[in-house]
C-alpha cells in the first residue's frame, strides 16, 4: 500500500519561506520513477493542484509545472539520495494558506488526475501566512 507523508509546515510572515518534503512507503520503485504533485485546500475553497514534477526517466524527464497563482515562487524539486520531494515556497501571500497535500496517481507523467484523483496522498500538512 502506497503511502505518502508530507511534513515542513508551519506559521510563516507574509514575504517568508516553507520547505515543504514529500516522503513515501510501499512504493516498488524510488520516489523518483513516479510523479509526484502538490495541492492544497483552504477551508471553504476548492482543492487546487499547485505544482507537479513528473518521472525523471525517459521523456518525462523531470519536467515541472506551476499554477499561474504560484509561479516564480514555488519550486518542486527532487533529492534522488533522500528519496523526496520537495516544495520550496518564497515569498508567501496570506492567500498561500491552506493544507498542502503531495499525491500521486503512480503515473510517470504530470496530469489533473496527479491532484484530482490519486492514488494515494498524505495526510497534509498545514501551511499558515499570516503577521
Known amino acids: 500500500q502506497v503511502q505518502l507523508v508530507e511534513f515542513g509546515g508551519g506559521l510563516v510572515q507574509p514575504g517568508g519561506s516553507l520547505r515543504l518534503s514529500c516522503a513515501a512507503s510501499?512504493?516498488?520503485?524510488?520516489?523518483?520513477?513516479?510523479?509526484i504533485g502538490w495541492f492544497r485546500q483552504a477551508p471553504g475553497k476548492e482543492r487546487e493542484g499547485v505544482s507537479c514534477i513528473s518521472s525523471a526517466d525517459g521523456s518525462s524527464d523531470g519536467s515541472t509545472s506551476y499554477a499561474d497563482s504560484v509561479k516564480g515562487r514555488f519550486t518542486i524539486t527532487r533529492d534522488k539520495a533522500k528519496n523526496l520531494v520537495y516544495l520550496q515556497m518564497n515569498s508567501l501571500k496570506p492567500e498561500d494558506t491552506a493544507v498542502y497535500y503531495c499525491a500521486t496517481d503512480g503515473g510517470t507523467y504530470c496530469s489533473g488526475n496527479t491532484y484530482y484523483t490519486p492514488l494515494a496522498y498524505g495526510q497534509g500538512t498545514q501551511v499558515t501566512v499570516s503577521s
Open positions: 510501499g512504493l516498488a520503485l524510488p520516489l523518483e520513477h513516479i510523479a
